[in-house]
């Protein structure tokens, strides 16, 4: 009803302008125009995708400030005359105000092309000697913003007081236009040295070679697949080798900050393979099987490690496509069995087990165990995946009825949800899913809030259920938040049972108990969930009996930490 309403106050405004211009009353003037800026603002922010169906058809933001303008001539024309020479000056700077934006757009486009054209850019390098201009105020350089359209406030609000106030408000909005534009002249001069590529990449060599580095860690992905790379990132700042991030799309080393890494982008492939500065490196780790991978294969004298984003016993984790690396690194003995098992091309002498360095720190006690009164349960769902071949999601099937089962439970339960970064990505119902659950949860909170309902046993220790949706807080944090967890085939049971906790995991394919534990090893020592959510009442409320088949297969699928030996050996073999 929001929507509607802000959408329908932005299409009423224009002809309501229309007829109080032709049949002048400059005072309800004044106030529809008032509200239309103000549905301007709001609209876009609440009715999207209603706004952008204007632009379809070509009645976009432009348009609409010009016929609000138009509308001001006309009230102007119909009050003063329009043989009025401030009926004139009036025409002339709305005229001339769009021909100052559309300077000022041009220059802001200018600039950020000139930057985000960079065959390269970096973080944590010192690269000064390319003088890069300051940034400046966003307003002068987002050529998508309207902010600048609005300063046409000035005139057409100025029409509802007289001919003489609406052509002083022109003249007013023109002199801001034109500061604005003199404004952004110094520093698209500034940025123009930066069109010089070779100039660029220079700088850039010569700051890398002077680091040198011996071990890259390369990344090609989507930013909601960041993740993939910056839970290497502690690992890699712990080597007691240089270690450098190598990115191939523009904006990603804000995805993966904070680190005190240096971080290289260049998205060009041609750029990459003549980028020399690297010739230091001995080992080249890879997160992801990605298209952009067969860039940096092909340059010699690197020996290339497909380490992954986490072991698990979905296909990704013994993709065809990695018997392309020189080695395989795996957290424990389930990797390597995984991958013999698939006969996917990979040699038994080139896989190596590194353990996952990134489980350090994972608490082995929940917070039941220290005391809380209630229990809390993790629901971790993975992902839709690229193919049905990969649906190991139990969001579309599952999700909601879990969570539901969560918060109607007796006694009462926590529930943290946190789902997949690509959730959604290819399947619509995932993302309806995923939504659902949100709503569950947040109006539930909403509930025990007014009800000031305390949780059995102790008052003033409230229930509030945990939707994570960004990166904080990070998995582990939730694993160590947690008493117990509900996922599905995914890295995440495996991560899991470095806390030692209880696990269940949803069956989404309705396999048989021991075909599903055949064909996934980590859920051996968990609970498995029909989609009849069989099994759930026996995980929440039964015995544990399975505490010492996790440490079982905690050392089967994870493994110790070897990460760093096996750098150093590589390094000893090359």
């Given amino acids: 009803m929001r929507r509607l309403c802000a959408f329908g106050l932005l ?61 001001a001539l006309l009230l102007v024309a119909r009050t003063a005359g329009p043989d009025s020479l401030w009926f004139v000056g009036l025409a002339i700077g709305l005229f001339a105000l769009h021909g100052v934006r559309a300077v000022q757009t041009g220059l802001a486009m200018r600039f950020r092309q000139m930057l985000t054209t960079l065959p390269v850019t970096t973080h944590n390098l010192d690269v000064s000697a390319l003088n ?80 040198q580095p011996e071990v890259i860690l390369y990344f090609s992905g989507a930013k909601e697949a960041a993740y993939q790379a910056r839970m290497w990132l502690p690992t890699l700042e712990r080597l007691p080798r240089r270690a450098l991030v190598l990115l191939r799309e523009r904006g990603m080393a804000q995805c993966l900050e904070p680190t005190a890494l240096p971080m290289v ?129 139990s969001l579309t099937t599952m999700g909601p009825r879990i969570v539901r089962a969560l918060l109607d439970h007796t006694p009462r339960l926590r529930v943290i949800y946190k789902s997949h970064p690509l959730t959604g990505h290819r399947d619509r119902s995932a993302a309806r899913a995923h939504r659902k659950i949100i709503s569950m949860l947040e109006a539930t909170n909403l509930a025990l809030a007014k009800a000031r309902h305390p949780t059995s046993g102790t008052a003033g220790s409230p229930i509030t259920h945990l939707v994570v949706t960004g990166n904080e807080p990070h998995l582990y944090g939730c694993f160590n938040e947690a008493d117990m967890m509900i996922s599905d085939i995914s890295s995440v049971v495996a991560e899991f049972l470095a806390s030692g906790k209880p696990y269940a995991v949803t069956n989404v394919s309705g396999l048989s ?48 930490d070897r990460f760093s030996s096996t750098v150093e050996r590589a390094f000893s073999d090359s």
């Avoid at 609000?157 to 534009?181: C, D, I, K, M, R």
């Avoid at 990704?316 to 698939?342: H, I, K, M, Q």
């Avoid at 099994?535 to 089967?556: I, Q, S, V």
Wanted: net charge neutral; aromatic share 10%; proline share 7%.
């Fill in 11 to 71: 299409l009423a405004c224009y002809p309501a302008l229309l007829i109080t211009a032709l049949w002048p009353s400059p005072l309800l003037f004044a106030l529809v125009a008032a509200a239309s800026y103000a549905a301007e603002i709001v609209a876009p922010r609440v009715a999207r995708y209603l706004v952008d169906l204007l632009d379809k058809v070509h009645l976009g933001v432009t348009m609409r400030f010009v016929v609000r303008e138009m509308a």
């Fill in 132 to 211: 890069l201009p300051p940034m400046p105020p966003e307003f002068l350089v987002n050529y998508q913003d309207v902010r600048l359209l609005y300063l046409d406030g000035l005139p057409v609000l100025g029409a509802a007081f007289g001919a003489e106030q609406a052509a002083a408000g022109a003249g007013t909005a023109l002199l801001l236009g034109a500061a604005s534009v003199l404004a952004l002249i110094p520093y698209v001069r500034r940025a123009e040295p930066l069109k010089d590529s070779a100039r660029v990449l220079a700088v850039v060599d010569r700051q890398v070679r002077e680091y």
């Fill in 265 to 393: 982008c260049i998205p060009s492939s041609a750029d990459l393979m003549g980028f020399h500065a690297l010739s230091s490196a001995r080992l080249c780790l890879y997160v992801a099987n990605v298209g952009k991978n067969i860039h940096m294969l092909r340059i010699p004298g690197l020996r290339s490690v497909f380490i992954g984003h986490g072991d698990s016993d979905k296909e990704a984790s013994f993709n065809p496509f990695t018997r392309v690396y020189d080695e395989v690194w795996v957290a424990g003995p389930a990797g390597r069995d995984r991958y013999l098992r698939a006969r996917v091309g990979v040699r038994d002498e080139d896989i190596h087990e590194v353990g996952r360095p990134q489980l350090q720190g994972i608490s082995t006690e929940g917070p039941f165990k220290q005391r809380l009164p209630y229990r809390t349960v993790l629901y971790a769902p993975t992902w839709e995946g690229w193919t049905d071949d990969l649906f190991h999601t």
């Fill in 513 to 560: 108990e021991k075909a599903f534990h055949e064909r996934y090893p980590s859920t051996e020592a968990g609970m498995l969930l029909g989609r009849d959510l069989a099994g759930l009442a026996a995980f929440l409320d039964g015995e544990d009996t399975m505490a010492c088949a996790r440490r079982k297969l905690k050392a089967y699928l994870i493994g110790p």
